[in-house]
């Protein structure tokens, strides 16, 4: 089994957690923040060039979960706890928002907060999971 990969970028103040294996590459990081997120760039996120506070306004609606964040001060660790709410994106993934425990087909359990997108096209490498194939696939729902 490959091991997931999980990059951290902080600014002192926060720390972004990004897992690309569970991006859907919505790009809405790119088109909130660009000047942070340039995909064609190495590397590709750039946190000094937005303040905290854009950040964690960004973060908060990757519709996939691949990007996080914690607060780097101990004594302000954020303990977000989200109302939780589902939401049908237009011909691509279920979003359900709030914290969730996932068990797949073979007993596995993962617990997944902020966000979560669930596929509902039939073509994700990684179900439950959305990966972005619905867009190849030309997903109508």
């Known amino acids: 089994m490959d091991k997931e990969i999980i990059k951290e ?4 103040e926060l720390t972004i957690v990004w ?9 809405e990081c790119v088109k909130a923040l660009p000047k942070v997120y340039n995909p064609k760039a ?3 996120l750039k946190i000094e060039n937005a303040t905290t506070e854009e950040l964690r306004a960004q973060i908060k609606k990757c519709p996939s979960g ?9 004594d302000n660790k954020e303990a977000e706890t989200l109302e939780t709410k589902v939401e049908v994106l237009e011909n691509g993934p279920l979003l359900v928002y ?3 425990k996932v068990t797949d087909k ?3 359990t993962e617990a997944k ?5 669930f596929c509902r096209c ?11 194939a619905h867009i190849k696939s030309g997903f109508n729902g």
């Open 106 to 108: 073979d007993g596995n």
């Open 113 to 117: 907060n902020k966000t979560t997108a």
């Open 122 to 132: 039939g073509h994700s490498d990684n179900k439950p999971y959305c990966d972005g």
């Open 9 to 12: 970028y902080s600014n002192g």
């Open 19 to 27: 897992k690309p294996k569970t991006c859907i590459h919505a790009a």
């Open 42 to 44: 190495r590397p590709w």
């Open 66 to 74: 691949a990007l996080s964040y914690y607060m780097n001060d101990k």
């Open 98 to 100: 709030g914290t969730l």
